[in-house]
């Protein structure tokens, strides 16, 4: 009989992995891998070799026999896995430049999650997790599902939603990033406060208690307009009007900087846009100089520089939730999963971000109540354009995708956006195939992405 576990990541090739590999190799003793299958595209072979083999350089460098497995097969990948983990970008970078670029080129906000790149993101990322799905019903029946594939939330509701999946959790760093620096601002521990989080992926607030229970959010609020908030890399640190924060009484997610303070965000991002370079092309340098360092056969750990990607920590809310579930740990951990009345201003069946207990069975969540009248509306509204982009995504209406967009905050409305949405169906055609019939219609009425770099992508490199 064969014993340990096996573990499918799809998107192997990411600059991510040695932070994943790092987080298994830290945990070994409760979870005893077995082979780890980094699985990706044609398009990403050479990086999926170049990383491949520095995963497997880790490893050596530990008393652990692990086996890394390189492959173009998903289903080679799937068979048997115990659990499967996704971090795939589909269209690579060059993909999330045109969200960016396209939307900036009209005066909006191009972001990898909000606004009108987020939801091209969620429309190429949710027939290609579906797939995933139906692979699994399949071959690995029995394996978990650990997404980290951006929109994550997203992608997590398409995966519950539409695969019939259940034994999924969607994950990111950010709330691992504020349990880990905050404390230290009032001069306690982690594990010295009490965290409840409550909301979306990327739209979440949360409410910290001490051991006694004492709430101490406004403590930390006072202290975020004195000292390193720290923030995720990829956010730009525009500080939020602090009468907002004291009277919510709760601390909103580092993203809701594009909602809160949409005015200075949008200037920053078009200010970069017109000067270094949208958000994507910088961290396309920085892919450049990873995998350069990659290179090097002496390299066996993680290097500092990955720090500077923007998923700091990923690792410890990734692998910690596998070896939760694994060994039945009942982890706190903050975790995208089926909502079931933690948050009751959405519905029980919808997939919410909230802090849980994570074991055998998966995500028990921890309830949050009620959120303030702001908020409330903020998460329906939020939620409904989730959903309708989703939808979207399945069945390739554009109807439903121009009403998404409608009702996205970071969109305006009208016949600009309309003209931002068109363009990126001809920018992302080649990975949009359930919006063919969508696509061959707007190239017919000649509509062409008018911002130079975004257009010339897929004929030179930039």
């Known amino acids: 009989m064969t014993t340990g576990v096996k573990i499918a990541t799809i998107g192997g090739g990411s600059s991510y992995t040695p932070e994943l590999m790092e987080g298994f190799i830290k945990r070994y003793d409760e979870l ?19 990383v491949g083999k520095m995963a497997q350089r880790m490893w050596d460098a530990t008393d652990y026999d692990v086996k890394i497995h390189l492959t173009l097969d998903r289903r080679e990948a799937l068979k048997d896995a115990d659990f499967v983990t996704t971090q795939f970008r589909v269209g690579l970078l060059d993909a999330r430049i045109k969200d960016e670029r396209i939307p900036a080129y009209y005066g909006m906000l191009g972001q990898e999650t909000n606004g009108a790149g987020g939801m091209f993101k969620a429309f190429r990322t949710v027939p290609v997790i579906l797939d995933i799905v139906e692979d699994m019903k399949e071959l690995c029946p029995d394996a978990w599902l650990v997404n980290f594939a951006n929109p994550s939330g997203m992608v997590t ?3 519950v939603r539409y695969g019939k999946w259940d034994k999924v959790i969607g994950l990111c760093n950010v709330p691992v990033m504020a349990t880990m620096l905050e404390p230290g601002l009032i001069g306690k521990e982690t594990d010295e406060l009490i965290y409840k989080f409550a909301g979306l992926n990327h739209f979440h607030w949360h409410k910290v208690a001490d051991a006694h229970g004492h709430d101490v959010t406004l403590d930390l609020i006072d202290k975020m307009y004195q000292e390193d908030n720290g923030l ?40 970069e846009y017109q000067t270094v370079g949208t958000r994507a092309q910088q961290v396309k340098q920085t892919e450049h100089e990873l995998f350069e360092l990659y290179k090097n056969p002496e390299l066996n750990y993680k290097p500092e520089q990955l720090q500077q990607r923007g998923g700091a920590y990923y690792s410890d ?3 910690e939730t596998i070896a939760s579930i694994y060994a039945n740990k009942q982890t706190q951990i903050v975790v995208s999963t089926k909502n079931n009345g933690a948050v009751p201003d959405l519905p029980a069946d919808c997939v919410v971000e909230v802090t849980a207990y994570v074991g055998g069975q998966g995500a028990r969540n921890v309830a949050f109540g009620e959120l303030p009248v702001a908020e409330r509306g903020w998460l329906q509204v939020m939620k409904a354009m989730e959903l309708l982009t989703i939808e979207a995504a399945v069945t390739g209406d554009y109807g439903t995708a121009l009403q998404a967009f409608t009702l996205n905050p970071l969109v305006t409305s009208g016949a600009t956006a309309k003209r931002v949405m068109d363009e990126l169906f001809i920018a992302h055609k080649k990975y949009l195939p359930n919006f063919a019939e969508t696509i061959q219609r707007l190239e017919k009425e000649g509509i062409q992405v008018q911002d130079e770099i975004a257009r010339n992508l897929d004929a030179v490199k930039v």
């Open 32 to 50: 005893p891998i077995r082979e780890i299958w980094l699985v990706d595209i044609e398009e990403g072979r050479e990086k999926l070799e170049i």
């Open 157 to 159: 509701e398409a995966v």
């Open 232 to 271: 995720p890399k990829n956010i730009y640190d525009i500080p939020f009007e602090r009468e907002l924060l004291e009277q919510m009484k709760m601390i909103p997610c580092a993203y809701h900087r594009y909602y809160y303070q949409e005015e200075e965000m949008l200037h920053h991002a078009l200010e």
């Open 317 to 319: 809310a990734a692998c």
